[in-house]
């Protein structure tokens, strides 16, 4: 028989994560089908996205008000009892006691963003209590011009990208895995929100310089966009939000595209 | 009932609602009575060996598994549950359980895939594993099955026939093993979407023998 599966450029499978941004339980985002259908609970997405064949999902908690915490803590509770893949919760990780209520609720991870460039500690705290593979650190990203302070021209940016920190994101990257970190969400300001591709050079940069898997965040339009951030970019994983959420494509589309360019994915489907 | 194993190493509540899932009753345990009393244990654990035997060992916890493993009692180790089942571990420099005789070794630093690509450690996310031996608990997982693995330390049992599943990495390695009517795996099947479920719905349904192997 002619073998006609095409050479994988790694053996382990390059992962696909629905991104759902969640505000006082509800995903600010609903998905959109073709059918028309338009989901906006974020327990029924995931149960959606894992059964697409998604290979995580990452949950980003805007909700403003941290006396509505709790709220999130059920959706994880619920999203725990449906979903048999891994899931992150992000957005609001203060303390170490927040990581602990998220991952006690049934999320595999927590990502800490803002309050890590403020306070360290929390990754190296985080690690020792529960395992560095349970800390994320997500990282929002701008190209700025290199100088003495960002020689590698792309700085650290924090509360949503509306505050330059002076901090290099490769320096920072760097430092956050030897403080403990055991990933990267790594997001690009530039290029969120575009659907014109993720930030190639960016990526390529933090991945080739660290150890730890780097998952591209950013700039999805389509295939040929993820396709580029596993070769080009070097990314472990990529995010995805709006490509699955307006129904541009399926999961389960994505990675036969994927499949087909060589790209090594988890089959769910014969 | 099957005992989930409490001995603070990590997250035993999504073994126990992929467990609830399936229709098995289960309890998160630590207490010698419960546990003997069960009809099967699964012994999960994520962390650092060295502190993980250390806990196992303060609750009295290493003896019971000796007892039932001796008892024939189907045992399912997870993650770290399916290292400390060795003799011993390079983490920490560990003695460990010595249930299925070898080793835990960690994963050479650099380390490359066939194609000269720089393989990243821990080995994080979805492999594959390729069945060395028919195993009941195996049953129905197909080559292109995935399973979610997070590991940076791996199994080296001393034989062959310890060997039911492997898995590559940089190298092959034994990503599930067995011995009598102990099964141990380093990925997770709590977490591995069907495919997992179906290795724990065997595992519940499992008599503790292996298959008889006809030589």
């Avoid at chain 1, 990203?141 to 330059?164: A, D, L, N, Q």
Wanted: hydrophobic content about 40%; overall charge neutral; some cysteine.
């Amino acid at each position: 028989m002619v073998n006609l599966s095409p050479r994988f450029i790694s053996m382990l499978s390059k992962r696909i994560i629905p991104c759902l941004d969640v505000r006082d339980g509800k995903t600010t985002k609903g998905i959109k089908f073709r059918e028309n259908v338009d989901i906006g609970d974020p327990v029924d997405m995931a149960r959606f996205y894992y059964e697409e064949g998604a290979d995580e999902i990452v949950f980003y908690d805007i909700t403003a008000s941290s006396d509505r915490r709790d709220i999130m803590i059920d959706v994880v509770r619920r999203v725990a009892e449906e979903i048999f893949i891994p899931f992150s919760v992000g957005g609001g990780i203060r303390t170490v006691e927040d990581m602990r209520n998220v991952l006690l609720a049934g999320a595999e991870k927590v990502s800490v963003n803002t309050e890590a460039v403020k306070n360290p500690e929390i990754i190296s705290e985080g690690a020792r209590a529960f395992g560095s593979q349970c800390i994320v650190l997500g990282m929002d990203v701008k190209k700025v011009s290199p100088s003495s302070r960002v020689p590698s021209g792309y700085e650290m940016v924090i509360h949503g990208g509306r505050t330059y920190t002076g901090i290099d994101a490769l320096v920072w990257a760097k430092e956050a895995e030897s403080l403990g970190a055991g990933e990267i969400c790594l997001n690009s300001i530039d290029t969120d929100g575009t659907q014109k591709g993720y930030e190639l050079k960016l990526n390529s940069l933090i991945s080739e310089n660290v150890d730890i898997p780097v998952i591209a965040s950013g700039g999805a339009g389509s295939i040929v966009h993820l396709y580029d951030a596993f070769t080009k970019g070097k990314a472990d994983a990529a995010l995805i939000a709006s490509i699955v959420h307006y129904g541009t494509y399926t999961i389960r589309e994505i990675k036969e595209d994927l499949h087909a360019r060589g790209v090594k994915v988890r089959k769910t489907w014969d | 009932m099957i005992a989930i194993i409490d001995y603070n190493a990590g997250n035993l509540k999504s073994v126990e609602r992929a467990l609830r899932k399936l229709g098995f009753s289960c309890s998160i345990t630590h207490t010698r009575k419960e546990i003997l009393l069960s009809e099967r244990i699964i012994f999960p654990g994520v962390g650092a060996a060295g502190r993980a035997i250390n806990d196992l060992r303060n609750i009295g916890l290493d003896k019971v598994l000796e007892e039932t493993f001796e008892a024939g009692k189907p045992i399912l180790g997870i993650c770290l549950g399916s290292q400390i089942v060795l003799d011993k571990s390079e983490e920490n420099n560990t003695q460990c359980l010595g249930l299925i005789a070898g080793e835990v070794k960690k994963f050479p630093f650099p380390l490359t895939s066939g194609e000269g690509e720089r393989l990243k450690i821990p080995h994080m996310g979805w492999n594959s594993v390729q069945v060395a031996r028919k195993h009941p608990v195996l049953e129905g997982v197909k080559s292109s099955d995935e399973f979610y693995f997070v590991h940076s330390y791996y199994p080296k049992p001393s034989s062959d026939q310890f060997v039911i599943g492997t898995t590559d990495y940089g190298l092959e390695f034994s990503s599930v093993i067995g011995h009598k009517n102990l099964v141990a795996m380093q990925f997770h099947p709590e977490k591995s979407g069907i495919p997992g479920l179906r290795i724990l719905k065997n595992f519940c349904t499992w008599d503790g023998k292996p298959f008889t192997t006809v030589y």
